[in-house]
């Protein structure tokens, strides 16, 4: 049944939205109806950002109830839910008899709001209101990928199963990753034209670190820490010395040969993690180029009404129906590195909810204290979406990366 779309669209709108964003792309037909069935919590900006997101790519009328959660039990339970649904419903077919597929997408919301919706939709007295249409009932599990539906056909009693994977799914409108940011950041900022300012020679940077021992790689850490320092100086002098002595590149003539349009350049370049932020989005650039991911953003700010830094993520990159988080850091100390973990979830989850993707980039010789610290804080509960890579997987960073955007294994358990 999920070949056809539905005139009317029921949703749950929880406090995440990315599921029903996935239906109202993929399960409504154009001039089509939503209706989101929503808390006191997600009536205002989660069903206003939700609503400008949709309409903005689909031409769909939009309407709400709203259940009063506020914690008076006279207010929020099973008999005020199912009263406020029904009477929703029976509008909606008083109005249009003729409707053809009713859907509802229970994902989202508290489990009595999405359970008692649920109910009501799948054992109605259509027959009263002498309508007769078909019934779609449907549930996303993100981390499977997968949307689960019941269906009844019309004139048929009995309902039947089936399932589909997401990325299978016809859609109405195509999301992107803005999309999917939208409607959890209303207001962001892409701070970087998402194209690497010196593809060649962060290319050269990043190959230094693929396949070396570690008397090499703590070589290499003492080296670009000297980068750093003299870039944050702005010591052309030193910067040229390291590159001679080093014996980084045979073909190395000077500063010149680095590539740079001007002095400043240079410098910011080696400052902090910017060589390094290059070195991945080129391989994010070419996955998307081999169609691995559909789109990649670079350096996303959400700041605050005073103009403060609310939230910045390096990379958000999308592969349909999902959205991963990636943070890049040159820290090569685990101790260190450790501190950084619970920052880099709650930015994946402001970016976009709690199936987000997370993978942290980092500088580490071994990354077993980093996977430990990640199983500590979250008990193991989101690894499938997790990868953390070090030093040691430069070499086969672009496959890495690869296999976690297909949903490969990615920590050995």
């Not at 003492?222 to 045979?250: A, N, T, V, W």
């Amino acid at each position: 049944m999920l070949d056809k779309k539905a005139d009317v669209l029921f949703l749950v709108m929880g406090g995440n939205p990315f599921p029903n964003l996935i239906s109202a792309a993929t399960r409504v037909k154009e001039n089509g109806r939503i209706i989101c069935i929503c808390s006191k919590k997600t009536e205002n900006d989660l069903y206003e950002n939700f609503k400008r997101t949709v309409q903005s790519n689909l031409v769909v009328d939009f309407d709400k109830i709203t259940i009063d959660d506020t914690g008076l039990k006279t207010y929020f339970n099973r008999d005020t839910v199912k009263e406020k649904v029904a009477g929703k419903l029976k509008n909606e077919l008083s109005s249009n008899p003729s409707i053809g597929l009713l859907e509802l997408n229970y994902t989202g919301g508290t489990k009595l709001m999405s359970t008692t919706s649920y109910e009501v939709i799948k054992n109605y007295d259509y027959s009263r209101l002498k309508a007769d249409p078909a019934i779609n009932l449907t549930y996303i599990d993100p981390e499977k990928e997968v949307m689960y539906c019941e269906f009844k056909e019309k004139r048929q009693e009995n309902y039947k199963f089936c399932c589909e994977t997401l990325c299978k799914l016809k859609p109405t409108f195509e999301l992107n990753i803005k999309d999917v940011i939208s409607i959890y950041v209303e207001n962001y900022n892409i701070s970087t034209k998402g194209e690497p300012e010196n593809s060649e020679l962060s290319k050269r940077l990043g190959s230094l670190w693929c396949n070396i021992e570690k008397e090499l790689y703590d070589d290499r850490i003492e080296l670009f820490r000297k980068l750093y320092y003299f870039g944050k100086e702005k010591s052309l002098e030193e910067i040229d010395k390291l590159f001679l002595e080093k014996k980084l590149f045979p073909d190395y003539t000077g500063i010149d040969s680095l590539g740079f349009k001007g002095k400043n350049r240079l410098f910011k370049y080696f400052e902090k993690t910017k060589w390094l932020e290059d070195y991945i989005l080129m391989i994010l650039l070419e996955l998307k180029e081999e169609g691995v991911i559909e789109d990649v953003l670079a350096n996303i700010e959400k700041k605050m009404e005073k103009g403060t830094l609310e939230f910045e993520v390096d990379f958000a990159a999308y592969r349909k129906y999902k959205l991963y988080a990636i943070s890049v850091t040159s820290i090569d100390n685990p101790n260190i590195a450790k501190g950084k973990l619970y920052e880099i979830k709650q930015r994946a989850r402001n970016l976009a909810g709690d199936e987000a993707g997370i993978c942290y980039i980092s500088l580490c010789w071994d990354t077993a204290e980093l996977e430990k610290e990640y199983r500590n804080i979250w008990d193991r509960e989101s690894l499938k979406n997790s990868l953390i890579l070090g030093a040691q997987d430069f070499h086969i960073l672009k496959d890495k990366l690869r296999n976690w955007f297909k949903g490969g294994e990615i920590f050995d358990t």
